[in-house]
C-alpha cells in the first residue's frame, strides 16, 4: 500500500515539474523527456527493489544515469537541474522507505526547491550572454565599458574567450545586472567617461 501511495505521489510531482518547465520555458522535446525518464526510472527501480537486489539500487541507479550526456541538443545548467529532479523523483518515488512521509517530504522538497530557484522573479535583473563584438578590444576597462553601454547594464564579470586581430573581433563571455531605466542615463555615462579615460591613458 505505501509502494502505492509513493509512487502515486511521484507521478503528482511529475506532472507538476513538467508542468512547470513548460510554462516557462515552451521545450515540449525535453517534458517528453522528463517524463519519459522518470517514469521509466520508476518502473524500473520498483522491479529492482521488489527483487531485493540491496539497499545501494537507488544510488546505484543514479550515479549510472548521470552520467548519460545527451548529444541531440544542447541543454542549459537550470534544464539539467530539471533533469536531475526528475530522475531523483522517480528514484524516490520507487525505493521503499521505512517511515512513508520521509519519501514524500523529500519528493516535495525537491520539487519545491527547483520551482522556487527557477522562478522568473528570482535573480531576474542577472543574466549571462556570449557575444562577439566588432573590433578587436585587448583593454579591459574600455571591453567592460562598452559592454555596459552596449548592453545597458552593470558588468559584473567578463571573460575574453577569443581576440582574433585579423578579423577584428572580440569573443567575451560576460555576466551582468540590468540596470532599472531610472539609472540607466547615469550608468551609461559613467561607462563612457570610463571608456574615454582609458583611452586617453593608452594615448599617453
Not at 512547470?20 to 522528463?34: I, S
Not at 519519459?36 to 520498483?46: E, P, Q
Not at 529532479?85 to 517530504?105: D, E, M
Not at 571573460?159 to 551609461?188: C, I, K
Amino acid at each position: 500500500m505505501d509502494q502505492i501511495v509513493l509512487v502515486a505521489v511521484d507521478l503528482v510531482a511529475i506532472g507538476l515539474l513538467t508542468s512547470t518547465y513548460f510554462r516557462r520555458h515552451r521545450r515540449r522535446d525535453l517534458v517528453v523527456a522528463y517524463l519519459g525518464m522518470n517514469v521509466g526510472v520508476l518502473a524500473v527501480a520498483s522491479t529492482l527493489s521488489s527483487a531485493a537486489i540491496g539497499a545501494g539500487l537507488g544510488l546505484g541507479l543514479f550515479g549510472v544515469l548521470s552520467i548519460i550526456r545527451l548529444r541531440s541538443t544542447e541543454i542549459d545548467q537550470r534544464e539539467v537541474a530539471y533533469y536531475f529532479a526528475a530522475l531523483a523523483l522517480g528514484i524516490l518515488g520507487a525505493l521503499p522507505a521505512q517511515v512513508l512521509w520521509h519519501s514524500v517530504v523529500f519528493m516535495a522538497l525537491l520539487l519545491l526547491t527547483v520551482v522556487v530557484a527557477d522562478h522568473p522573479r528570482v535573480l531576474r535583473r542577472h543574466h549571462r550572454q556570449e557575444l562577439v563584438l566588432d573590433g578587436a578590444v585587448l583593454d579591459r576597462v574600455a571591453l567592460v565599458a562598452r559592454l555596459e553601454g552596449l548592453l545597458g547594464a552593470r558588468v559584473h564579470q567578463v571573460a575574453v574567450q577569443r581576440v582574433d586581430l585579423v578579423d577584428d573581433t572580440t569573443w567575451v563571455d560576460v555576466r551582468y545586472e540590468t540596470v532599472p531605466p531610472s539609472r540607466r542615463r547615469g550608468h551609461g555615462e559613467t561607462g563612457r567617461e570610463a571608456a574615454r579615460t582609458s583611452t586617453a591613458g593608452a594615448g599617453s
